[in-house]
């Protein structure tokens, strides 16, 4: 049996209790519409955050991934380019050739084609060097050179930050040892390879770097760069010596391999691509071109021929990039299907249906409407039974 009392508002607190339950509940409906999510927290539904969780960074990587193919496409793009120039100057050549091999032509006339043939046979080599994407020559091959051991002079503390090789030295040898000199007077740097005796300069006029900044020193014909920090001392010279010499580690290649990552895994045979760009220098298109000329008959005829394998060289090298571009353009394609598939499935699990949610949330606005108009109620029961003791 009930009764009625003033001490304890039995109404009230069941209203309140109610009331505060739909608060809650609009509260949580209005933070899911706001983020357009329906797992906010592990609390909402864990399994779904973690597969989600997982699938959103499978999006975000595939993305990344697409970006690594496009780019890789746009790399070999440009290596494509200039090789088509140096297409156009092959053909060139041999027609330069061909001319000069003709016998109505005197050693005069040879030599004044041979100046333009040379020259294109120099732009081959120049083209191959200049190529690059990134910092990367595409054409040049590949370079591993590297200086070991190290004297005790030529350490990062007495201001030799690094020591590197260009793609277009042919002046070392894996195994040679190189001895630096510096002569403080003419602030010029000498480097020896004593392997073979032949001797390579800077330029003069060599200075230390101000504190935090690096100087780089090419090293004229040798393929060298000396990268100098601020702790260099340009008045002290540098005797070539045990103490001032390294070894070449290493050596070069006319392929240059790149792997392009276009998956999100870690195995290496599923998620990378390897391209081989092979160099488009005249030596490596046929060898013997590099020193050919057509200054006599006799060596004209020897250049149609080098010229016929620098073009069929040439042309099997741009098939192997045209492959290597069709494969990385279906790989993108096949990138952009997995990702809109990834999330369309992130999305079934993790994305807020806005109609039935909103639905919700106008049912909870009702309860907390309803809630406080009853608990208004309940506050005026006890005000009721006042009325008794008048």
């Keep these: 049996m009930?009764?009625?009392?003033?001490?304890?508002?039995?109404?009230?607190?069941?209203?309140?209790?109610?009331?505060?339950q739909s608060s809650a509940e609009a509260s949580n409906s209005v933070a899911k519409l706001s983020a357009g999510s329906r797992v906010l927290a592990a609390k909402d539904d864990a399994a779904a955050l973690a597969i989600g969780s997982r699938l959103n960074s499978e999006v975000e990587s595939l993305m990344q991934a697409g970006v690594n193919a496009g780019q890789a496409v746009s790399m070999l793009q440009i290596a494509d380019g200039a090789m088509a120039r140096t297409n156009d100057i092959l053909v060139r050549m041999k027609t330069l050739a061909v001319q000069s091999s003709s016998g109505q032509l005197s050693d005069t006339e040879r030599g004044l084609?041979?100046?333009?043939?040379?020259?294109l046979r120099s732009e081959v080599d120049r083209i191959a060097n200049d190529t690059e994407f990134n910092g990367t020559k595409l054409l040049a091959g590949d370079n591993s050179f590297a200086a070991n051991t190290l004297g005790t002079a030529l350490?990062?503390?007495?201001?030799?930050?690094?020591?590197?090789?260009?793609?277009?030295?042919?002046?070392?040898?894996?195994?040679?040892?190189?001895?630096?000199?510096?002569?403080?007077?003419?602030?010029?740097?000498?480097?020896?390879?004593?392997?073979?005796?032949?001797?390579?300069?800077?330029?003069?006029?060599?200075?230390?770097?101000?504190?935090g900044s690096f100087r780089d020193v090419n090293i004229n014909g040798a393929g060298i760069t000396l990268t100098l920090n601020s702790l260099f001392n340009d008045g002290a010279n540098i005797t070539a010596?045990?103490?001032?010499?390294?070894?070449?580690?290493?050596?070069s290649s006319n392929t240059l391999s790149l792997d392009f990552r276009i998956g999100t895994g870690t195995v290496a045979s599923e998620d990378e691509i390897t391209v081989s760009l092979d160099s488009a220098r005249a030596v490596a298109l046929s060898a013997g071109l590099e020193t050919s000329t057509i200054d006599t008959n006799l060596n004209a005829e020897n250049a149609i021929g080098l010229i016929d394998t620098a073009i069929d060289t040439l042309a099997e090298n741009r098939a192997q990039l045209g492959a290597s571009q069709?494969?990385?353009?279906?790989a993108s394609a096949n990138i952009a299907t997995s990702m809109e598939n990834t999330e369309a499935a992130r999305s079934a699990l993790?994305?807020?249906?806005?109609?039935?949610?909103?639905?919700?949330?106008?049912?909870?606005?009702?309860?907390?409407?309803?809630?406080?108009?009853?608990?208004?109620?309940?506050?005026?029961?006890?005000?009721?039974?006042?009325?008794?003791l008048g």
């Design 2 to 20: 009930s009764t009625l009392n003033v001490i304890s508002n039995f109404a009230a607190n069941v209203a309140h209790r109610h009331l505060s």
């Design 113 to 119: 084609l041979n100046q333009e043939y040379t020259a």
């Design 155 to 211: 350490e990062v503390a007495n201001g030799f930050e690094q020591i590197s090789f260009t793609n277009d030295t042919g002046a070392f040898a894996s195994g040679n040892t190189v001895q630096i000199a510096y002569d403080a007077t003419a602030d010029q740097f000498t480097v020896t390879n004593t392997s073979t005796g032949v001797s390579y300069t800077s330029d003069a006029g060599v200075s230390a770097p101000s504190a």
């Design 241 to 251: 010596g045990a103490t001032s010499q390294f070894a070449v580690g290493g050596g």
């Design 326 to 330: 069709n494969r990385l353009e279906f």
């Design 350 to 388: 993790m994305d807020l249906d806005v109609a039935a949610e909103m639905t919700n949330f106008t049912s909870k606005q009702i309860l907390m409407q309803s809630g406080v108009s009853m608990l208004a109620q309940a506050n005026q029961m006890p005000q009721n039974l006042l009325r008794l």
